[in-house]
């Protein structure tokens, strides 16, 4: 039983946007917190934003603050993750995330995704 399952990904411009999402088990989603990590060809997989189990605090990368923004449906179980101007840099397989801790560690995250491919490029 897949316990994160993640879609919205796909081919966008430069200055595009797309919004991710990652779908919980019950399990998963009651996590102290969850998160989006990213992979691009070549690069170790790196933290992309956190957010806790109560959606009270969140935290990004340097590179996507103020850009991307986290968020929790409690209705879907879902974790999405709203991408604006989005950059060629920003291409990677992007993952879905749950654990015990508020961490840019992904180590402490338990519960991963197959991953959804995002592509920035004209």
């Known amino acids: 039983q897949e316990q994160l399952v993640e879609s919205g990904g796909g081919l966008v411009q430069p200055g595009g946007s797309l919004r991710l999402s990652c779908v919980a088990s019950e399990d998963a989603f009651s996590s102290v917190a969850m998160a989006w990590f990213r992979q691009a060809p070549g690069k170790n997989r790196e933290f992309v934003a956190a957010?806790?189990?109560?959606?009270?605090?969140?935290h990004y990368t340097d590179s996507v603050r103020g850009r991307f923004t986290i968020s929790r449906d409690s209705s879907q179980s879902a974790v999405l993750l709203q991408m604006n101007i989005l950059k060629p840099e920003d291409t990677a397989v992007y993952y879905c995330?749950?654990?015990?801790?508020?961490?840019?560690?992904?180590?402490?995250?338990?519960?991963w995704g197959q991953g959804t491919q995002v592509t920035v490029s004209s």
């Open positions: 957010i806790t189990r109560g959606g009270g605090s969140t």
């Open positions: 995330a749950a654990g015990s801790q508020f961490s840019v560690a992904d180590f402490t995250y338990t519960y």
